[in-house]
């Protein structure tokens, strides 16, 4: 069963300058612009006035549809980004041997250093836009910062798989760097 016609809005939020063209939605705020493409995806995207984004689709099966509803949450979040900015809070966990976090190059590579006593230096590289730090407030602290939630969440997914713990048993072997808080970086009042 085909749906002739689905189509849902996003409004643009002030103080943001967003344009459109060939399926590419490219977002300019206060923190910075991202871009992001959905030519993979077989939806119509367009402005219809100044601050509104609309995406449809024609003649779509159930599955197609809800691409519509997806697009329209990654432009959101494209805005998020650039009014608030996304931030990842990560905790070092251990037992025994602590692990120590050395941030280089400006914040765009971590060193995870003695995991489970290893000698193997684990280093991660952020990704484009994103920048880590070690807390000041708290000891065992990462704080990952960035426009972009995928690239974000990305950095921080890579950091948490680099501590996997090998040939052991993971229910008893609870060591490594995990994610804690999702939050933003410009908290809300």
């Known amino acids: 069963m085909k749906e002739i016609n689905t189509f849902q ?5 002030e103080g943001i300058d967003a344009s459109v063209k060939a399926r590419a939605v490219t ?5 910075g612009s991202l871009t992001k493409q959905f030519k993979h995806l077989a939806v119509d995207i367009y402005k219809i006035d100044k601050d509104t984004i609309k995406v449809e689709k024609w003649f779509g099966k159930k599955k197609e549809l809800a691409s519509v509803r997806t697009v329209c949450s990654h432009i959101e979040n494209l805005f998020k980004g650039v009014i608030k900015g996304y931030q990842y809070k990560m905790r070092a966990v251990y037992a025994h041997f602590p692990i120590s976090c050395a ?3 400006g914040g765009t590579l971590i060193e995870v250093r003695n995991f489970l006593g290893e000698k193997y230096i684990r280093r991660v590289r952020m990704h484009d836009g ?9 000891k065992d602290e990462l704080i990952i910062n960035g426009n972009s939630i995928e690239a974000v969440s990305q950095s921080a997914a890579l950091i948490q798989q680099s ?3 090998k040939n052991k048993d993971i229910r008893k072997f609870l060591d490594g760097l995990y994610v804690s808080e999702k939050t933003t970086v410009v908290k809300d009042e």
Do not use: Y
């Open 9 to 13: 809005l996003v409004k643009i939020p």
């Open 27 to 31: 977002v300019k705020g206060p923190r």
């Open 103 to 105: 941030i280089t190059e």
């Open 130 to 138: 994103v920048t880590v730090e070690n807390s000041k407030a708290q």
């Open 163 to 165: 501590t996997t713990v």
